[in-house]
C-alpha cells in the first residue's frame, strides 16, 4: 500500500528508546539553538508583524526585498550575488529536495559524503533519488578523494558537499574544490554545497569563509539558511543560489522557479522580515559561535588530562569528533552514558563513522551541563580502560 520512499521499519532504535524512558540530564547532542540558553534580542521577531505582511502576493523565488537582503549578506563572505540567482525556501532540506527534483530522474543519484548529516539518505529517497556515499579520510584530513569520485556511476546527476561537515567540521580543500570543478564539468554533475555552517569557524583550515557561491565554471548550488546563520529553525527560511556558466544557470533557476511555484512554501512575514533578522540576528550568530568556542576550550582543556581519548580540530560549526578507545562497542557506550551518567551523545555510526571509536558531541550546550557531561564522559572512559 506504501511506496518505498519512505522505509518500512520506523520504531525506534535503542538509543532513542533509552532517552525515551529517561530524558537525560546532561544532553550533548542539542542542535536546536533555541533551546540552550542563547541569549536572543527580545525584539527580534517584531518584524514579522509587519502589516505588508496583511497582503499575499508571492513570488515563487521569493520577494525581491527578501532576495536583496540574502545577496547582501554574502557581501560578509566577500561573495557578490545577484539577487535573480537566488531562490528561497522553507528550510535547507527543502532545497536538496527541490535541487534533487530539478536535476535527478527518479532512480538516478547524487553522491554523497560520508561521514555527514544522517538525512541525505532519507531526502534522496523520499525525492526517489539514489544517494551514493563518497568517503572523506580522517586520516587525510577528511579531504574528498576525486579519483574514487571519478569512478562514479554514469547515473549520476549532483555532488553534495558540505562546507564545513557536519559534523567533523571540515572545509573543502581548495585544491579539492578545483579538482571537484573540473570532473563535474566534465560529467556533467551539478555541485550542491551546504554552507548552514560557514558562519562558523573555529579552528579554520584551507577553504575556511571561502563560499562556493564564487564557482563560475560548473553549475553550482550554494545553499545557507535562518536556521543556523542568525539560529532561527522556526522560521523557516533558507536559500539557494545558482552561478556557473550563463545559458545553463539561467535555464536552471527557470526550472527550479517551476518547482518553486507549485509549493510557494516561504511565508510572506518572514520574507518581509528578512532584511532585519540577517541585521539583527547578527548577536545571535555571534552569541552561539561564542559558545561553540567556549565548550571547545573547555573540552580540550578536560581531555588534555586523558591522552587515550583525541579530540579531533573542527574547522568550523556546532559539533566536535571524539576519538575513544573502543573497549565497548559505541552503542553499548553510549547507552552506559545514558544510563549510568544520564549524559547523551551520539555515536559515530550515525554519521557513518567507519568502524567503532568515534562519539560526537554537540558545542551548543550551556557551559555548566556541557562542562558536567564531558567530565562524567571521560570518567567513564577511564573507568572502562582501568577494568579492560
Ligand atoms: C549540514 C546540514 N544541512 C542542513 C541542515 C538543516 O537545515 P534546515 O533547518 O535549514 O533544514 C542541517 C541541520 O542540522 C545540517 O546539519
Redesign the pocket.
Known sequence: MFSRRVPSELSPNRIASARAAAAPRFDLTV?NPTACGIAYPPGLLAPLAEPAGLEYRPHPRGLPVAREAVARDYLRHGVTVDPGRIVLTA????AYTFLFKLLADPGEAVLVPTP??P?FEHLARIEGVRAIPYYLGRDADWRLDPEALARAPGDVRAVVL?HPN?PTGSFVHPDDREALCVLAADRGWALIA?E??LDYPLDGGPGADCSFAINQTVLTFTMG?L??SVGL?QLKL?WIVATGPGERVLAALDRLEFVADTFLSVATPVQLALPTLLREGAAVREAILARCRANLATLRRAAANLPAVSVLSPGGGWSVVLRVPAIVGEEDMVLELLHEDSVAVHPGYFFDFPGEGTLVLSLLPDPDTFAEGVRRVLLRIATNLARS
Open positions: 542542535s528550510s535547507t532540506s527543502e555527514s548529516y538525512l558540505v557536519n551546504d548552514v555552517f539558511g536556521s543556523k529553525p533558507a
